[in-house]
């Protein structure tokens, strides 16, 4: 099973080569962020044509999360059950939740579509709904590892964080200045590290960024960012076989700023010895 995240960065303006890459490169699952828009505005036609049907969870256009799958999906989840909203100007329990989480289970597969919060920049409210947000997340998936140990988990998206040096290449992102590269927020990706998940494609894919930005000519430049992941349980980790950058995908016209990060999955059991027949000789 060949599973896959990409932040489309718009899915109305960029519908028709996202679903030209599903079916070249023959990918099952995709996990989509920042569609930018309602579930009566997603172009679901042209997944529906290709073979794919849709989870959307997206309120305006901002943010937005989606699945396609050419495989049934089970246990739609919309949010992580603690997740904090957010409401610029305003503090409390009980805000707005925007569209940056949605869960789905494919072949006994669980599988998350992240849109982790920008952040915007250090000391804004923003940042601390990030960390916030990230906390919360961190300790629901603990939660889920404890209850289903055996289940294959992964958290896939536009994490907006680059949690090493290396994958930062981008000169305007300074640290002590700007957000994406700071302490705090490497360190709450590192969390999910310490309680059980694993970053399965750069173990496979060591270099390289998935994210350029559209000005001063960040991709010629190869000045990016290396921001997306999937970070997997230990069940999912074991089933990993091929991982990919898609680095193309930033080429062309009107691409999004973000490029795909697939993975491979082996779904087919091994055969075990001792329920093979015995040959005597």
Not at 131 to 140: G, H, P, R
Not at 164 to 192: C, Q
Request: aromatic letters at 10%; charged letters at 25%.
């Amino acid at each position: 099973m060949r599973v896959a995240t990409w932040n489309v960065n718009s899915i109305r303006a960029r519908f028709v080569r996202t679903v030209d890459w599903l079916v070249r490169e023959d990918v099952d699952v995709l996990a989509m962020q920042e569609i930018k828009c309602k579930p009566e505005q997603f172009p679901v036609e042209a997944f529906e044509e290709a073979g794919y049907e849709l989870v959307i969870e997206g309120h305006n256009q901002w943010n937005g999360v989606a699945f396609a799958s050419r495989l049934p999906m089970e246990d739609v989840e919309i949010g992580f059950p603690e997740m904090p909203g957010f409401s610029k100007g305003e503090e409390g329990p009980d805000l707005p939740r925007e569209a940056r989480a949605l869960g789905v289970t494919v072949a006994g597969i669980r599988l998350w579509s992240l849109y982790v919060p920008n952040g915007r920049a250090l000391g804004d409210p923003h940042f601390e709904y990030k960390l916030d947000w990230l906390a919360t997340l961190a300790a629901d998936t603990q939660r889920w590892l404890a209850e289903k140990p055996d289940q294959p988990l992964a958290l896939m998206g536009d994490w907006n964080i680059a949690p090493l040096d290396s994958d930062n290449g981008d000169p305007s992102v300074i640290p002590g200045v700007s957000t994406h590269i700071s302490p705090p927020e490497r360190s709450a990706f590192s969390t999910f590290e310490s309680i059980g998940l694993t970053d399965v494609v750069r173990p496979l894919v060591p270099e390289g960024f998935t994210y350029w930005d559209y000005k001063q000519l960040r991709f010629p430049r190869n000045e990016g960012m290396r921001i997306d992941f999937i970070l997997g349980s230990k069940p999912f980790a074991d089933l990993v076989t091929g991982a990919s950058i898609h680095r193309n995908e930033r080429k062309g016209q009107a691409p999004s700023d973000h490029v795909p990060v697939v993975v491979d999955l082996d779904l087919e059991p091994e055969e075990d010895d001792d329920d093979r027949p015995m040959i005597f000789g």
